[in-house]
């Protein structure tokens, strides 16, 4: 069985550009979860989708971020226009509907510079 | 807000030197309290759940329990292949988000 996937593992781009980052979950996971950890802090919840409506972007930092998730399938974290805060590790994570246990990717690594 | 608190920040360990990690935590309402393992470049990778307090798991030479206001993580005769972050999760009634701690940095010298 895949796991969820990330694209890209890396990206390094200037303050005030756009980037984008997907993540294919677990077929079948109807959950759909993005955490980012900044430099030294711990993994923060970004926002959660159940197939492709937002059940919760409590955790959104600002309007410069906008996730969507397209058909209930995959989804994308656009940031834009980036700035330097934004660095960090970006996770995604899926779960089954009613089902607690979260499976998570290996990470997008956002560096602005 | 909830909160979970993880101590010690780093562990370094002989291997076969048994040792627990503490979490605590204050939520509203606990729906269930999650330990991750965490490898360098890599995502939280899943161990355990435990729902109510008095409720200990186990799985190879990790065994977890949770109490009211805490959980601990026991490794018991480690190997160097137990190095890692272990990282500690609640997530509330009602919520489907997991509120993390900062994490364990674990180290275990052949």
């Known amino acids: 069985e895949a796991g969820v996937t990330q694209f890209p593992s890396h990206s390094v781009i200037e303050k005030g550009q756009t980037v984008t980052l997907r993540c294919d979950p677990i077929?079948?996971?109807?959950?759909l979860y993005w955490y980012r950890r900044v430099m030294g802090k711990e993994i923060k919840f970004l926002l959660h989708f159940v197939k492709e409506s937002k059940q919760d972007e409590s955790g959104m930092p600002n309007n410069r971020f906008l996730a969507e998730r397209t058909g209930g399938t995959y989804s994308t974290l656009k940031v834009q226009p980036a700035e330097l805060e934004d660095s960090g590790v970006y996770f995604c994570a899926s779960s089954y509907q009613t089902s607690p246990k979260a499976f998570f990717g290996q990470g997008t690594r956002l560096t602005v510079v | 807000e909830d909160q979970v608190t993880q101590s010690p920040e780093a562990l370094r360990l002989q291997e076969g030197e048994s040792s627990s990690l503490n979490c605590s935590y204050t939520v509203s309402g606990l729906r269930g309290l999650f330990w991750y393992r965490q490898d360098p470049g890599k995502g939280p990778e899943f161990l355990f759940t435990?729902?109510?307090a008095g409720e200990e798991k186990e799985k190879e030479r990790l065994k977890a329990t949770l109490t009211k206001k805490e959980s601990f993580l026991h490794i018991t005769a480690p190997k160097p292949e137990d190095s890692a972050t272990y990282l500690c999760a609640v997530q509330a009634t009602n919520d489907y988000k997991l509120s993390f701690g900062a994490g364990t940095t674990v180290t275990v010298r052949a």
């Open positions: 077929s079948g996971h109807d959950n």
């Open positions: 435990l729902y109510s």
